[in-house]
T-cell receptor
Framework: QKEVEQDPGPLSVPEGAIVSLNCTYS??????FMWYRQYSRKGPELLMY????GNKEDGRFTAQVDKSSKYISLFIRDSQPSDSATYLC???????????????FGQGTILTVHP | KAGVTQTPRYLIKTRGQQVTLSCSPI?????VSWYQQTPGQGLQFLFE???????NKGNFPGRFSGRQFSNSRSEMNVSTLELGDSALYLC??????????FGPGTRLTVT
């Protein structure tokens, strides 16, 4: 079993829809959770990061973490064709530990927003 | 502020050869990590360097190695290339534990 599980999709939605992307994880040591967006043939771009449980909002994006159920979500409101990309979730142990850069990623969900 | 840069962007090598990839982190970032991305395995952690010291290593064979210089720039080396090493190699930098910023990657093709 992978430490971070993510439905690869693909997911296709009409423009303006609310998109829900989800991941589950198994490593209880994860304290930081991140969402990345990756366009074809580009490097991943950091969208959101959250610490422990709770919600975080940034424009059209909302990240949620529920540590009790080991479930993380990303919501995209008013989706646009430019949101079409692969979305990757990731978990990381405490920043006070020995690593800043060791993330464990899900497989990524391919999202297409059609006009 | 300039982002993470990687050179070269594309590389074609033959089995058995070795390759060196280069990464310049965001100014002020002392942590540099390397990842391998393939369609089958996704993004996998290779190793992390901080202040010229390897701080973490992923589950890759010893053919994969790296180093970091005093200016935080980093290189990774793959020796005795295999077909399965064909991948997108991504470098990422961080100033703390709250965000990891990736470069555009080097696409390595091994023939």
């Amino acid at each position: 079993q992978k430490e971070v599980e993510q439905d690869p999709g693909p997911l296709s939605v009409p423009e303006g829809a609310i998109v829900s992307l989800n991941c589950t994880y198994s490593n209880s040591a994860f304290q930081y959770f991140m969402w990345y967006r990756q366009y074809s043939r580009k490097g991943p771009e950091l969208l959101m990061y959250t610490y422990s449980s709770g919600n975080k909002e940034d424009g059209r994006f909302t990240a949620q973490v529920d540590k009790s159920s080991k479930y993380i979500s990303l919501f995209i409101r008013d989706s646009q064709p430019s949101d079409s990309a692969t979305y990757l979730c990731a978990g990381k142990g405490d920043a006070g530990g020995t690593s800043y850069g060791k993330l464990t990623f899900g497989q990524g969900t391919i999202l297409t927003v059609h006009p | 502020k300039a982002g993470v840069t990687q050179t070269p962007r594309y590389l074609i090598k033959t089995r058995g050869q070795q390759v060196t990839l280069s990464c310049s982190p965001i100014s002020g970032h002392r942590s540099v990590s390397w990842y391998q991305q393939t369609p089958g395995q996704g993004l996998q952690f290779l190793f992390e360097y901080f202040s010229e010291t390897q701080r973490n290593k992923g589950n890759f064979p010893g053919r994969f190695s790296g180093r970091q210089f005093s200016n935080s720039r980093s290189e990774m080396n793959v020796s005795t290339l295999e077909l399965g090493d064909s991948a997108l190699y991504l470098c990422a930098s961080s100033i703390s534990g709250t965000g990891l910023y990736f470069g555009p990657g080097t696409r390595l093709t091994v023939t």
